[in-house]
């Protein structure tokens, strides 16, 4: 059965940062693509980032959306089954429910998703 | 501002039949695949319809999606109450170089 945990999230100042983490199980983690999707409280999904299956800087691509790209940085582990989400310098436009998910192919559709994790930036 | 258009809402009555639509332009419907989601309040979105009309294991066939051109569509038959949920378009854009979703769609079943 395909689980994405994730953990990480929570209050956070105006400026600080945050690490989110999804841990996967149930399929082969390294050869899948990966994205971040976020949703503003009553608002619609919006993505956020997405990294190639594959191991080794060299062969791993990454996408990050304008909004937040130069402040995120995505990454994955897979020694540990783990996709992350740096996020730096985060504004009160950030606050949102952060999803992680994973791809059937290539980079879309997503087809499980992670139960998400709420990002609150608030001074 | 989404980069894909659906309406903000649409409605059937139990047993009816509606269709969501989804407007982009060729850089992400024209040239990728169209992906629905369903989502319920306060739960992660499950994918509904990939590859523009193929149906992940366990979405019945009362539920289907159609491309033409730079939109697309989502069609419900025989409308549920449990239908009644939040509905998005997605696909990749070549020229963002990212996924890409509609604004979303609030179905309701009166």
């Known amino acids: 059965e395909v689980q994405l945990l994730q953990s990480g999230g929570g209050l956070v100042q105006p400026g600080g940062s945050l690490r989110l983490s999804c841990e996967a199980s149930?399929?082969?983690?390294?050869?899948?693509?990966l994205s971040w999707v976020r949703q503003a409280p009553g608002q619609g999904l919006e993505w956020v980032s997405s990294i190639s299956g594959g191991s080794g800087r060299g062969s791993i691509n990454v996408f990050y959306a304008n909004s937040v790209k130069g402040r995120v940085t995505i990454s994955r582990d897979n020694s540990k089954n783990t996709l992350n989400l740096q996020l730096n310098s985060l504004r009160v436009e950030d606050t949102a429910v952060y999803y992680c998910a994973k791809a059937l192919r290539s980079y879309s559709p997503l087809d499980y998703w992670g139960q998400g994790t709420l990002v609150t930036v608030s001074s | 501002q989404s980069v894909l258009t659906q309406p903000p809402s649409a409605s059937g009555t139990p047993g009816q039949r509606v269709t969501i639509s989804c407007s982009g332009r060729?850089?992400?419907?024209?040239?990728?695949?169209v992906n629905w989601y369903q989502q319920f309040p306060g739960t992660a979105p499950k994918l509904l319809i990939y590859?523009?009309?193929q149906r992940p294991s366990g979405v019945p066939d009362r539920v289907s999606g159609s491309k033409s051109g730079t939109s697309a569509s989502l069609a419900i038959s025989g409308l549920q109450s449990d239908d009644e949920a939040d509905y998005y378009c997605s696909a990749w854009d070549d020229r963002l170089n990212g996924v890409v979703f509609g604004g979303g769609t609030k179905l309701i079943v009166l």
């Open positions: 149930g399929f082969t983690f390294s050869g899948v693509a």
């Open positions: 060729s850089s992400n419907i024209g040239d990728n695949s």
């Open positions: 590859s523009d009309n």
